[in-house]
């Protein structure tokens, strides 16, 4: 259990590291998601730091566990929120948010289990 825990956090924070970085340099994707759901761009910073704070907070989790378990609650709260960003606009192009937002869910559960 432990091994599928540390699996799926390092996971995780790589794929939410990298989705930070890409808000934070301004690249051309997230800035049409941001778009997409009608939502103003200086939210950008904010989003990607968001993201960045889960990540690294997941990585310390290894260190200090109960930091670890509010940094995948936190990111489960992430994605409910962009989800209904989604719904809010109608769109159903949710296959990014399907994928985040099961690994974040399954390091929250292995989280819960491990400790």
Known sequence: MFAA???VTIVAA???GSAAV???IGHDYPKAM???KRLPLWWMPLLGSLLAAGSIGLLV???VPWLGTLAAVGLVLYF???LVAHLRVGSRKLAGWAVFTSVAVATLVLD???T
């Open 80 to 82: 409910a929120g962009a």
């Open 22 to 24: 890409t808000y934070l």
């Open 112 to 114: 819960l289990a491990a």
């Open 61 to 63: 989790g290894f260190a």
């Open 34 to 36: 941001v778009r997409m």
């Open 14 to 16: 790589f794929l939410d």
């Open 5 to 7: 825990y540390v699996t």
